[in-house]
């Protein structure tokens, strides 16, 4: 897609610089900021009470925003191995309500979004599950919580615009920038009982507070309308070999 692209609005100075390897020119990669960053600053947010009274779940105490899929590598091991050393690690950290969403549609997905389902009702008083929470919901529940956990890659795009600690687990978001809230382990039990235990400690809330989040960029969806009301579509596409620019998300656009 990149390279059918004319013009390009990548949400971090990372991925900016990458396409410019790739061979796109710089006049035409605009970094922008990321759209979920900019959803988490303008769209209305629940209150708590409000929260716990749409969701039906007990979330004034201290909870954890747990959303997984399954591994898509050859070398990941099964769906159902990956769900239940998740839950196995949850099950072994006290001290947090596990509210968990369901997992998408890739291969494998229904059995992880079991697997969670069962791990709620073996631990009413300590888990809830629901399959979707919405947008508005979702980031609700993430600026509360206490810990975001799971492979989604809302664990490692918005949770550092919320500064919340976060364990991201094994490799299905490989390649993107992590930020200092966001703790990476295997997908095997010991390791995700380890790293949801410090990610839960004062000290670590700490370190998460200091995030500065790669894809703040401001109005994103007004710079790229900006962008696509001036570009100049009829110049024909030539490959870049050239030096890399710096890219920042927070500079104006400038057509």
């Not at 918005?158 to 966001?182: H, L």
């Amino acid at each position: 897609i990149t390279k059918m692209a004319a013009v390009h609005f990548p949400s971090c100075a990372d991925s900016a610089a990458r396409l410019v390897r790739m061979g796109e020119a710089p006049e035409t990669v605009f970094c922008v900021g990321g759209l979920g960053d900019e959803n988490i600053r303008t769209l209305p947010k629940m209150s708590r009470e409000e929260l716990c009274t749409s969701t039906g779940l007990p979330l004034q105490q201290p909870f954890a925003l747990v959303t997984y899929h399954p591994e898509t590598s050859a070398d990941a091991g099964s769906p159902a191995a990956q769900s239940e050393a998740l839950c196995r690690a949850m099950a072994a950290v006290p001290g947090v309500y596990w509210l968990i969403t369901g997992s998408n549609a890739d291969a494998g997905g229904q059995l992880c979004t079991a697997r969670m389902q069962r791990f709620a009702a073996e631990h009413p008083d300590r888990a809830g599950f629901i399959q979707s929470l919405g947008l508005r919901r979702y980031l609700s529940a993430m600026q509360y919580a206490a810990l975001v956990a799971g492979n989604s890659s809302s664990g490692v795009v918005e949770t550092p615009t919320f500064k919340v600690p976060t364990v991201n687990i094994g490799q299905r978001q490989a390649g993107r920038a992590i930020c200092a809230n966001v703790l990476c382990c295997a997908a095997e039990e010991p390791a995700i009982e380890a790293a949801l235990r410090r990610a839960l400690t004062p000290a670590f809330a700490a370190i998460a507070a200091t995030a500065q989040s790669p894809y703040g960029g401001g109005d994103t969806s007004g710079k790229i309308c900006t962008v696509l009301a001036n570009f100049d579509f009829t110049k024909p596409k030539q490959f870049y070999d050239g030096p890399v620019p710096e890219f920042d998300p927070q500079r104006s656009v400038l057509v």
